[in-house]
């Protein structure tokens, strides 16, 4: 079975340019869930999706994050303008409604973002 | 603000040891606890678990203890072998209703053979 699969695997932009990240989770997972990496931060929540609809975005840093789910099988994370402190890896992640509560999720490779 | 500690960046083990792997939370509604190994370029992946009812689970040579009233946990790997050598996550959740998992920076485990 495919697991969660996300693109670009890596990503170097400059200052002020839109960045784009997508996900596709895993087939039959109800759940998406957006992660950001750091070292000072460690796995942060940005965001998650239930059915494709956004539950709780208290995460996303500011207004320049947007992430939207069309459809149950696709996911972006957009960063516009993007800033050098968007440096991270971004992890996507779903898991099936039947695991029950905060439960096992599975990640994808992750998307390294360098902002130059 | 982190609710999921691990204090300790890292720790290096010989193979055959045991590698005792530290966790602690501020947040007493915390009632789900689980670890997650991730090596380099990979995502993190899912390792073992434990609910608040219990104090012990334990998977092959895994074993995660749970200490509710000092918030604490730790993960046990016994035997350790180099291919356990990765960064381990710690991460917490309420089963109550909140579907977020709240990690940990991380430990970064060495076993040297």
């Known amino acids: 079975d495919a697991g969660v699969i996300q693109s670009p695997r890596h990503e170097v932009t400059e200052m002020g340019q839109e960045v784009t990240l997508r996900c596709k989770p895993i087939s039959g997972h109800d759940y998406l869930f957006w992660y950001r990496q750091t070292m000072m931060r460690g796995l942060e929540l940005l965001i998650y999706f239930n059915n494709n609809v956004p539950i709780d975005d208290s995460g996303m840093p500011e207004d320049r994050f947007s992430a939207k789910m069309p459809n149950a099988s696709f996911s972006t994370l957009k960063i516009q303008p993007s800033e050098p402190r968007d440096s991270a890896v971004y992890f996507c992640?779903?898991?099936?409604?039947?695991?029950?509560?905060?439960?096992?999720?599975?990640f994808g490779e992750g998307s390294r973002l360098t902002v130059l | 603000d982190q609710q999921v500690k691990q204090n300790s960046p890292s720790l290096s083990v010989q193979e055959g040891r045991i590698s005792i792997l530290n966790c602690d939370y501020t947040?007493?509604?915390?009632?789900?606890f689980l670890w997650y190994k991730k090596y380099p370029a990979e995502g993190p992946t899912f390792l073992i678990s434990?609910?608040?009812?219990?104090d012990k689970n334990e998977d092959g040579r895994f074993t995660v203890f749970l200490n509710k009233s000092a918030k604490h946990l730790s993960l046990h790997i016994v035997p350790s072998q180099p291919g356990d050598s990765a960064v381990y996550f710690c991460a917490a959740a309420t089963q109550g209703g909140s579907e977020k998992l709240v990690f940990g920076k991380g430990m970064k485990l060495t076993v040297n053979p």
């Open positions: 992640a779903s898991r099936p409604t039947e695991r029950g509560g905060a439960g096992e999720l599975f």
């Open positions: 434990i609910s608040s009812i219990k």
């Open positions: 947040n007493s509604m915390f009632d789900y």
